[in-house]
């Protein structure tokens, strides 16, 4: 395999079939406008299941990668295994929910790629700590419980971090960060997205820059993620790459979308 980029996308025996349906969709519509390689990653499925799931590939080069973990470790054990597999490699991680939705979408990530830089396809200065509700009186004592709970993990608003549905970054870089880090279940998933020790911060911390890119090519850095238009602010109309709860916001009426907007970016 040459040394173009790798694009990885996921999909796991969690995953419904039209989320990869619309990745094929997308990715054919889309043209990436930059040499890469192509991996797509099937985690916890049966060889069966994998045969069928190709044959909707069969016209798209690509490569596969069956992880061969038969535990759920959530996507970052996949990629953390994949990364191993393709040493000192620029790999653009997609979740299932993710595909792309601007022409050149490859190339202009790319463009801004250097060593020491990690690409997202958006970011968000959103708190967990925060989002955590006192929604009934008598639920009182289960409310302190979550907040110290959460503070113990994740910074007060704004918390900037990256969002991980879709990033790019060099695969010595990412091992090196995530075999320090725990997953066993959801709540640590979410740690390492945006708690203290999260993705973002651990780079932070090593002077790496941290961009988000948008449709335009646009680059920006962390006090100007908000301004890409990628991920709840104003229409989204400048998103380079879809994922779920993106596609969440654009569902909401003005007024909830004035609220989701400040819950993430604090206007």
Not at 12 to 30: H, P, Q
Not at 43 to 65: A, M
Not at 181 to 199: A, D, M, P, V
Not at 235 to 252: A, G
């Amino acid at each position: 395999m040459s040394k173009n980029p790798i694009v990885c996308y996921l999909f796991t025996k969690f995953d419904k079939t039209k989320s990869l349906n619309s990745f094929i969709k997308n990715y054919k519509k889309y043209k990436p406008g930059h040499n890469h390689n192509l991996i797509i990653c099937y985690k916890l499925l049966k060889k069966k299941n994998i045969n069928t799931l190709e044959k909707k590939f069969q016209d798209i080069e690509h490569k596969v990668f069956v992880d061969s973990s038969d535990r759920n470790d959530w996507d970052f054990g996949t990629y953390s295994r994949l990364s191993s597999s393709y040493p000192n490699r620029a790999i653009f991680f997609m979740n299932s929910h993710s595909y792309p939705v601007s022409s050149n979408w490859l190339k202009k990530i790319m463009s801004h790629y250097k060593k020491k830089t990690i690409i997202a396809a958006s970011g968000s200065y959103e708190s967990i700590t925060n989002e955590v509700k006192l929604k009934k009186f008598h639920h009182i004592f289960s409310f302190f419980i979550k907040k110290n709970k959460a503070k113990k993990s994740f910074s007060n608003f704004p918390n900037p971090h990256l969002n991980t549905s879709s990033f790019l970054i060099n695969s010595d870089d990412f091992n090196d960060f995530i075999k320090k880090q725990r997953f066993n279940n959801k709540y640590e998933t979410w740690k390492i997205e945006s708690g203290y020790n999260s993705l973002t911060n651990y780079f932070k911390r090593r002077k790496f820059k941290l961009l988000v890119v948008n449709s335009e090519g646009k680059k920006f850095l962390e006090d100007k993620w908000m301004y890409s238009e990628t991920y709840y602010y104003k229409e989204q109309k400048k998103t380079i790459i879809s994922d779920k709860h993106s596609r969440k916001y654009l569902t909401y009426g003005k007024k909830q979308k004035i609220i989701s907007q400040k819950s993430v970016w604090g206007v």
